[in-house]
């Protein structure tokens, strides 16, 4: 069973194409109009061992806001639609990956409960031309739409790009853990019966 999805999302504000492999090889070919972003999705994806293409254009002569949350819904509802019933899945994810004297831990639960808990405190407001608290949007809308519980902690750092870098690496990392099939899971990895 390929586990993949193709998600579309057109508004007023975006237009995002995203199409997304949860057992890939760490390919990507992603254009948002927002460097940073393009290089932190980047990141995720060659950590995640995900195959991942993304096509977004937005309003970023406003700014970057509606293409990074945008982005972040796509890519929460292509890992919903890609996991299916969820059978034989992990469930549960940890990363911790350091970046130079930062270090940061990604814990997830696909729970189909979202929540998001997000501890990190950035130096910098601003990442060249990238709002850091954008990362922030991004990380709630990516749980609410996956549905998952999704706990983010920069325990430590003094650059904020490689705060921000070491999240998306362990988010890569912690939903490989997650998605992974373990041959020792009989159905859906829960005592409810359900996801």
């Known amino acids: 069973m390929q586990r993949v999805a193709n998600i579309e999302r057109n508004t007023n504000e975006t237009n995002i194409k ?9 390919t ?7 460097p ?3 290089h932190m999705l980047d990141l995720f994806t060659k950590h995640g061992h995900f195959d991942m293409t993304v096509d977004a254009k937005g309003d970023i002569e406003v700014d970057g806001h509606h293409t990074t949350e945008d982005i972040g819904i796509c890519l929460g509802q292509a890992l919903v639609k890609a996991l299916g019933d969820k059978k034989g899945i992990r469930r549960y994810g ?6 130079d004297e930062a270090l940061a831990q990604v814990v997830v639960d696909l729970s189909n409960r979202p929540h998001l808990e997000f501890r990190a405190s950035f130096p910098s407001q601003k990442v060249g031309c990238f709002d850091t608290e954008l990362v922030h949007e991004f990380l709630w809308k990516l749980a609410l739409e996956a549905r998952m ?4 902690i920069v325990h430590y750092g003094q650059n904020t790009h490689h705060m921000i870098e070491a999240v ?6 912690a939903l490989d853990e997650a998605t992974s099939i373990d041959p020792r ?4 990895p829960s005592t409810k019966g359900m996801l």
């Open 185 to 188: 899971v009989k159905g859906i």
């Open 168 to 173: 998306f690496k362990a988010l890569g990392r």
């Open 18 to 26: 995203l199409d997304f492999s949860i057992d890939g090889e760490g």
């Open 94 to 99: 940890n990363a911790f990956v350091p970046m």
């Open 36 to 38: 940073f972003m393009t």
């Open 149 to 152: 519980n999704l706990h983010v």
């Open 28 to 34: 990507s070919s992603i254009e948002t109009g927002v």
